[in-house]
């Protein structure tokens, strides 16, 4: 299929783009990687009157670490941060590994898949689970949204219609930390029927310090683990009590079934990768200690 009518206008800065959607509202769409857009263009499950092409606001095109966060501007594509987080952020390395393919990861930006909130790719809950937030820009000024505050329903976030997210920020972990993720897919670089991504750390005397347990593909949004945190933070790491929260962390969760998957499948697939994304979590942290 073709995509309806449309027009077009390319910005050259992140004023440009603003200005534009502040004309344009609900009737426009970001045009950046394109990897989301596009099919929804084709299939006409998208309808925008017009196109905001920020490819040549080129002051977004960064990656860059502060405060003990990592910076991704809104131009920076998968492909390059990748590249960037197999020595300082492995999780999210792996995390874009199992996004799409090659020539989708060249093309696709951080920001724009963690803007497009598809419940089940895995950047939504790669900045959920490490408690990271975005930059949003409107006519009103900037603001920062948690990643917790963000994800509304399917596709849905609270940006309001004239706002462009100019940076997503990923909390960078503790040294010590160890990290887990895993996803389940019909076929490699398919959307995650089920997904989780994890992070622990321990204290000297080998209790649970912190964890960050988070799903994708059981729900409209992505979703922390937060009964399997509370379960084991400041408890001695064992594993079964690791399998006593993962499960209690996927008991907790509401997913709905499809022609893929039903709801039942999911939530067991769900304490399988929490299990096994803590367990890898707890292996590293140890090798790290």
């Known amino acids: 299929m073709k995509p309806a009518p449309f027009d077009y206008t390319p910005a050259a800065s992140t004023a440009e783009a603003v200005a534009?959607?502040?004309?344009?509202?609900?009737?426009a769409k970001i045009l950046a990687g394109g990897q989301s857009l596009m099919p929804m263009l084709n299939l006409r499950l998208a309808r925008p009157a017009m196109l905001v092409d920020?490819?040549?606001?080129?002051?977004?095109?960064?990656?860059?670490?502060?405060?003990?966060?990592v910076h991704v501007g809104a131009l920076r594509r998968q492909a390059a941060a990748a590249r960037w987080a197999v020595t300082r952020l492995p999780l999210m390395a792996e995390a874009l590994r199992h996004v799409g393919h090659t020539a989708i990861r060249n093309?696709?930006?951080?920001?724009?898949?963690?803007?497009?909130?598809?419940?089940?790719?895995?950047?939504?809950?790669?900045?959920?689970?490490?408690?990271?937030?975005?930059?949003a820009r409107g006519p009103?000024?900037?603001r920062t949204v948690a990643a917790g505050a963000l994800y509304r329903a399917p596709l849905t976030t609270s940006l309001r219609a004239d706002e462009l997210v100019t940076e997503a920020r990923f909390s960078l972990p503790r040294p010590e930390a160890g990290w887990g993720f895993a996803e389940v897919a019909r076929r490699h670089g398919d959307f995650a029927l089920v997904g989780a991504a994890a992070l622990l750390w321990?204290?000297?005397?080998?209790?649970?310090?912190?964890?960050?347990?988070?799903?994708?593909?059981?729900?409209?949004?992505?979703?922390?683990?937060?009964?399997?945190?509370?379960?084991?933070?400041g408890q001695p790491?064992?594993?079964?009590?690791?399998?006593?929260?993962?499960?209690?962390?996927?008991?907790?969760?509401?997913?709905?079934?499809?022609?893929?998957?039903?709801?039942?499948?999911?939530?067991?697939v769900a304490a399988v990768l929490a299990e096994r994304t803590l367990m890898d979590a707890v292996r590293r942290c140890r090798r790290a200690a």
């Open 20 to 27: 534009a959607l502040a004309q344009h509202g609900d009737d």
């Open 54 to 69: 920020i490819n040549g606001a080129t002051e977004l095109d960064y990656l860059r670490e502060a405060g003990g966060r």
């Open 107 to 135: 093309r696709g930006t951080v920001v724009g898949s963690v803007a497009h909130a598809d419940p089940a790719s895995e950047l939504p809950a790669l900045l959920l689970c490490l408690d990271g937030e975005v930059v």
């Open 140 to 142: 009103q000024g900037e």
């Open 202 to 233: 321990q204290d000297a005397a080998g209790r649970a310090a912190g964890v960050r347990l988070a799903f994708f593909g059981v729900g409209g949004t992505p979703v922390r683990g937060a009964a399997a945190e509370a379960a084991l933070t």
């Open 237 to 268: 790491v064992t594993e079964v009590g690791v399998r006593a929260a993962a499960r209690a962390a996927a008991a907790a969760l509401s997913p709905e079934g499809d022609l893929h998957a039903s709801a039942r499948y999911r939530q067991d």
